[in-house]
């Protein structure tokens, strides 16, 4: 059964993360206070610009704002969380996160012909499988709502955008 939505989002997040050493993204919320996953997503599909031996366990903070800050400055995706909202929280707001990490996805997923493949070979443990998954998720047929129409590269307005329009 294909995904949709947000789940569809929660899933592209869970295989770019998978082979990392304590990062499981099981929800859009808690499973990122850690800043483990932000930073595990930007050094999968760009290990040049986030090197993940300054990644710690044990400094949220840290990993939070290394993320945030190459995003923002080598990336160009805006800041749309700060450290404490994500990092004081037992839940932080997700859909901030959601919101926060479809940019990653539209940044990230076309970047490259390949969808970030080739940088499987630069996480801390990853497969063929993981590879194999990723090519098969990137050929889905059509599919449809906002998320998905954003993370298949395309800018499509609501219908309840054109209805206002009228």
Known sequence: ??????????????????????????????????????????????????????VDTTHWERNCHLAF?????????????????????????????????SQFYHKLAHSGPDSGISSLSQSPASSDSEAESLRVSSSSAERRGAILSLMDGRRVRSVSCHARRR
């Open 69 to 101: 800050t190459v995003a923002e400055e080598q990336l160009g995706i805006p800041r749309l969380l700060d450290v404490e909202d994500v990092v004081s929280h037992p839940s932080p707001d997700r859909l901030s996160i959601l919101t926060y990490i």
């Open 1 to 54: 059964m294909r995904k949709s939505g947000a789940a569809a989002l929660q899933e592209w997040c869970r295989v770019a993360c998978s082979g990392y050493p304590g990062v499981d993204i099981t929800n859009m919320s808690s499973a990122w206070r850690d800043g483990r996953a932000f930073c595990a997503v930007i050094h999968r599909y760009r290990p040049d610009i986030l090197h993940w031996g300054e």
